[in-house]
């Protein structure tokens, strides 16, 4: 199962909770959702130079609320907060309503499975030796403070001619525990020569039984 399952898609409601928070009718939701999807879009490739973890949507009656978890906040907001500004407007022309973004910061991007696996795909896009990635992010997760670390790089490795995997264990990662706090994430990196490589990263915390959404 620990394989097979989305680690973060099984714990919800026991200790994460939904990106997306609102309610629609039953006729509104898939377009609500498909709205949901485009803003992150949008957010993902004004401020990816900003290390994005976590995209959370509050919808309220005429107005959204978006915190953006980043692991440099000076770079999403831009100077003098210009980068913000133009991207409220962009997203309420977009939706219709009054969108107001708040940028965070993370706390330890170092153990943020998103970060990571959105780095290593980036350094593969660039070129960068896979194995390389994938230990550097390893040891810093554990430096960091990670109980456990699981990475998987899956694609044609080095412009081989077949696919392969390569994977990197540090710790323990128990998938299976669901009182167990791992953070999940998965990234594709698009190369000129090799085509599509995934990237899935699992970062163990420890174990939580309860939601702690300032804890991120």
Do not use: C, H
């Amino acid at each position: 199962m620990g394989r097979k399952v989305n680690a973060n898609a099984v714990r919800m409601g026991l200790n994460k909770t939904w990106d997306s928070v609102w309610y629609a009718s039953k006729t509104e939701y898939a377009g609500v959702l498909a709205q949901d999807l485009k803003v992150k879009e949008i957010i993902r490739k004004v401020m990816g130079d900003a290390g994005i973890d976590t995209v959370s949507i509050k919808r309220a009656l005429n107005n959204i609320d978006i915190e953006v978890f980043v692991a440099r906040p000076g770079v999403a907001i831009g100077r003098g907060g210009e980068g913000i500004d133009a991207l409220q407007k962009e997203l309420s022309r977009m939706t219709k309503k009054q969108v107001e973004v708040k940028i965070r910061e993370v706390k330890k991007p170092d153990i943020s499975a998103r970060i990571i696996a959105r780095t290593i795909a980036d350094g593969i896009e660039r070129r960068q030796p896979s194995k390389l990635l994938v230990a550097s992010a390893k040891e810093k997760a554990m430096m960091a403070g990670a109980e456990g670390v699981r990475i998987w790089v899956s694609g044609r490795i080095n412009n081989a001619s077949q696919a392969r995997t390569i994977k990197a264990n540090a710790g323990s990662v128990p998938a299976q525990t669901l009182k167990a706090d791992i953070d999940y994430a998965e990234e594709t990196a698009k190369t000129m020569d090799a085509g599509l490589m995934g990237v899935k990263v699992w970062i163990y915390n420890g174990d939580k039984t309860s939601i702690d959404s300032d804890n991120i």
